[in-house]
């Protein structure tokens, strides 16, 4: 069996989660996260729309972790996101968590807006 380096060029994996909190590149972040290429930062979660936005052109698909359960997307935001031109999944914020680290490992451009579990 080959064994392959996993190499993270621009952005921070998601290292590890648990009640309330993220770590991400090293750091504990405390609540509802964001990050990307562009780095790491609280977010104030699903109300706040602007940093997801921004994102517009420098991603393909940002995966929206909705806790610790699988909900919805509020139907403005998900129209917000696509007219942007920001394809979104969403999923229970483990199962985002992976599927991030697993496409930033190939190179793909993503992002990863997390609410705690």
Same mark, same amino acid.
């Given at each position: 069996m080959r064994l392959n380096e996993v190499?993270?060029?621009?952005?921070?994996?998601? &290292? #590890?989660?648990? %009640?309330?909190?993220?770590?991400?590149?090293? *750091?504990?972040? *405390?609540? %509802?996260? $964001? =990050?990307?290429? #562009?780095? =790491?930062? $609280?977010?104030? #979660? $699903? &109300?706040d729309p602007a940093p997801l936005l921004a994102l517009a052109g420098s991603i393909d698909v940002l995966f929206l972790g909705t806790g610790a359960e699988t909900a919805h997307i509020p139907a403005p935001l998900r129209g917000a996101l696509e007219e942007a031109?920001? #394809?979104? &999944?969403?999923?229970?914020?483990?199962?985002?968590?992976?599927?991030?680290n697993v496409l930033l490992s190939e190179g793909r451009r993503v992002a990863l807006a997390l609410l705690p579990v």
């Open positions: 190499v993270y060029n621009d952005a921070a994996p998601v &290292e #590890g989660y648990g %009640p309330g909190f993220f770590r991400i590149g090293g *750091q504990v972040y *405390q609540g %509802p996260v $964001l =990050t990307g290429a #562009g780095g =790491t930062r $609280l977010w104030t #979660g $699903l &109300e031109g920001i #394809g979104v &999944e969403a999923m229970a914020s483990p199962a985002a968590c992976r599927t991030y």
